[in-house]
């Protein structure tokens, strides 16, 4: 259900959350509709909620699942180079790296060589799916977590 939410965040941030949280509402549980509603209004979007909303896209953690969940689901994983605090801010690199990882995209050649997210960055801003500055320690919005999400699986279902 989220996955086919994200799909459709090409709108307004207002339509985007009455979306999400009317679809949210319908089929998944309290924990998830409280993710995603605290995700959306984060200015810096908190690691947790990042990997829970990305995670439970790729069906990798149950809808029920917290932030700290993900958070140690990415670890146990070893999604990402490193482990982060569920609660600590996300950049921009973290976000396309995981989403990279978790949805099967296998990148270019410098990707291929040196996966991490400068280069999942990289070939995302590539395939036109960031916007604005894409530096990837920059410190991203849930807003900006779930339009990033929700792009590259737009990308996907068209490819």
């Known amino acids: 259900m989220i996955t086919h939410m994200l799909r459709h965040l090409h709108a307004p941030r207002i339509f985007v959350f009455v979306a999400i949280s009317i679809a949210c509402s319908a089929s998944l549980s309290a924990q998830s509709n409280q993710a995603i509603d605290r995700l959306m209004d984060e200015e810096q979007a908190s690691f947790g909620d990042a990997a829970y909303v990305i995670l439970s896209a790729a069906g990798l ?40 990882e978790t949805q099967g995209i296998t990148g270019g050649l410098f990707y291929t060589m040196f996966p991490g ?38 990308w996907k279902e068209k490819t």
């Open 61 to 100: 953690v149950p809808e029920g699942a917290t932030g700290d969940d993900a958070a140690a689901a990415v670890t146990q994983r070893k999604l990402l180079p490193k482990a982060l605090s569920p609660t600590g801010p996300v950049s921009l690199g973290e976000v396309c790296y995981l989403i990279m």
């Open 117 to 154: 997210p400068r280069y999942a960055t990289r070939e995302l801003a590539s395939l036109g799916l960031l916007k604005g500055y894409t530096h990837p320690n920059r410190i991203v919005s849930g807003e900006e977590v779930m339009r990033i999400l929700g792009a590259v699986l737009d």
